[in-house]
C-alpha cells in the first residue's frame, strides 16, 4: 500500500488547533466547491519562497468557492522555529489568509501521507481527492517556474474537467517525523509518478 493518498480518496478528517485561536475540522470548509490542503512549515525554503505565489493563488481562487488551509506537521525538538508559538508569529507577521494548524502528534500528516513541504492536495466538493504534488516545478524561483500544476488543476476543476495532470511529486524540504533522523521517509513513501 502506498504512503501517499491515492487519487480519489475521500479527505481524511481532522481536528487540529489553528493559529487563529480556534480548532479546525474538514467539517470547517463543507460549503466550499474546492478545498486545498498543503502541507507547509515555517523554515522549509520551498515553502517560504513559494509564499508569495500561493498568495496570489489564493487571492484569485478564494472568492471562486476554493478554500485553503495549510498544515505544519514538523516535530520541534529539532525544528523549534516550527512550533505553535513560531506559528503564530509567521501567520501574523507574513499576513498569511488561510487556516494555519499544527499536527503535532503527526496523525494526519501521516493520514494524508506527506512527503515534503509544501505538499498540496486538491479536493473536490465531495472530498475526494482530484490533484496531489507541487505548486510548479520551481517553489523557489517564481521566476524559473515553467509550469503550473496547482493552477491549472483549479482551473479544470472549477470548470468541471479533470486535471490534465493530476499527480505530480512534490518538491520541497522532508517533513521532520518525530524520532526519525532529518531525512527520513516511510520505507512505503516513494516517489508518486
Not at 487540529?16 to 486545498?36: I, M
Not at 501521516?110 to 479536493?123: D, E, I, K, M, S
Amino acid at each position: 500500500m502506498a504512503f501517499t493518498l491515492a487519487l480519489g480518496s475521500k479527505a481524511p478528517d481532522f481536528k487540529l488547533p489553528g493559529v487563529d485561536g480556534k480548532t479546525h475540522s474538514l467539517a470547517d470548509f463543507k460549503d466550499a466547491k474546492l478545498l486545498v490542503v498543503v502541507f507547509s512549515c515555517n523554515h522549509c525554503p520551498f515553502v517560504t519562497g513559494s509564499e508569495a505565489r500561493l498568495k496570489a493563488l489564493y487571492k484569485n481562487y478564494q472568492p471562486r468557492g476554493v478554500a485553503w488551509v495549510a498544515i505544519n506537521a514538523n516535530e520541534t525538538v529539532n525544528h523549534p522555529t516550527d512550533s505553535f508559538e513560531d506559528m503564530k508569529r509567521r501567520a501574523r507577521d507574513d499576513k498569511l489568509p488561510w487556516a494555519y494548524l499544527r499536527d503535532d502528534s503527526q496523525t494526519t500528516a501521516r493520514a494524508y501521507g506527506v512527503l515534503r513541504t509544501p505538499h498540496f492536495y486538491v479536493f473536490d466538493a465531495e472530498r475526494k481527492l482530484r490533484y496531489t504534488g507541487r505548486m510548479d516545478d520551481n517553489p523557489r524561483e517564481a521566476d524559473k517556474a515553467t509550469t503550473h500544476e496547482l493552477a491549472d488543476a483549479l482551473d479544470a476543476l472549477l470548470a468541471g474537467r479533470q486535471p490534465a495532470v493530476p499527480l505530480t511529486n512534490p518538491i520541497g524540504c522532508n517533513v521532520k517525523w518525530l524520532n526519525q533522523e532529518e531525512h527520513w521517509m516511510p520505507p512505503e513513501a516513494c516517489d508518486l509518478v
